[in-house]
């Protein structure tokens, strides 16, 4: 009688103990499912999001290799003569009653040397427009690239966009990203002009500039 209790009663715990482990691998189960579908989710929705952080590192950039660089060169900007690098794109009604040419928009293709002569060693080109943006004074917004093709440099590019009040002797203008060699640039360039005649003007540029 003692045996057939204990076998009974074996046959019970056997029973509940198989049926609790059912119902742990069944809530196991559906734990991992929910989990892994949140990720999925997660993962399709990553890959629409419009913005993310991301790590520096993740793209090699580390602050310690942060370098500033140093750039001098001759701008030259032809408006007339036999090869013009410069032209009016568009202007104003007005423009041609104004004293400061106010709404002329003009596109450049500018030789950038490392003399003050046109025939010296050629290191890149000015590549974009200004306009005449100021009424009381002779003032461009630039906007522009500065294309290099020499040594290291070639290939890389910085740009700038800001105010050029061209009657100042020294204009500052801020470097606002590059390419190649400067990405995630930032600095400054200063300006000074160096000849002007009625068919061309050479402008000095120092340009300083922190990249990677």
Do not use: W
Not at 85 to 112: C, E, H, R, W, Y
Not at 126 to 138: C, D, L, M, N, P
Not at 192 to 202: A, E, G, K, L
Request: glycine share 8%; aromatic share 12%; with cysteine.
């Amino acid at each position: 009688m003692v045996g057939q209790v204990n076998e009974h009663t074996f046959f019970i715990f056997c029973f509940f103990s198989v049926s609790a482990m059912a119902k742990l691998l069944i809530l196991l189960t559906v734990f991992f499912s929910t989990i892994a579908a949140v990720v999925a989710s997660g993962s399709a929705e990553e890959s629409h999001r419009f913005s993310r952080n991301i790590s520096p590192k993740s793209m090699g950039l580390k602050r310690e290799k942060l370098s500033v660089s140093h750039l001098h060169f001759y701008f030259h900007d032809a408006i007339a003569g036999p090869k013009p690098t410069t032209v009016i794109a568009a202007q104003a009604a007005m423009t041609n009653k104004s004293a400061t040419l106010f709404g002329a928009v003009f596109v450049m293709d500018d030789p950038l040397t490392v003399r003050p002569k046109p025939s010296s060693k050629l290191v890149g080109r000015a590549q974009g427009i200004y306009v005449s943006a100021s009424q009381e004074e002779e003032g461009f917004l630039m906007a522009l690239t500065f294309a290099f093709m020499e040594g290291n440099y070639n290939g890389s590019s910085l740009s700038i966009l800001g105010r050029n009040a061209i009657s100042s002797a020294v204009r500052e203008m801020p470097i606002v990203g590059g390419s190649g060699l400067f990405r995630f640039a930032r600095g400054y360039a200063q300006a000074r002009t160096h000849t002007v005649n009625h068919q061309s003007t050479v402008v000095e540029y120092n340009v300083y500039v922190f990249h990677y």
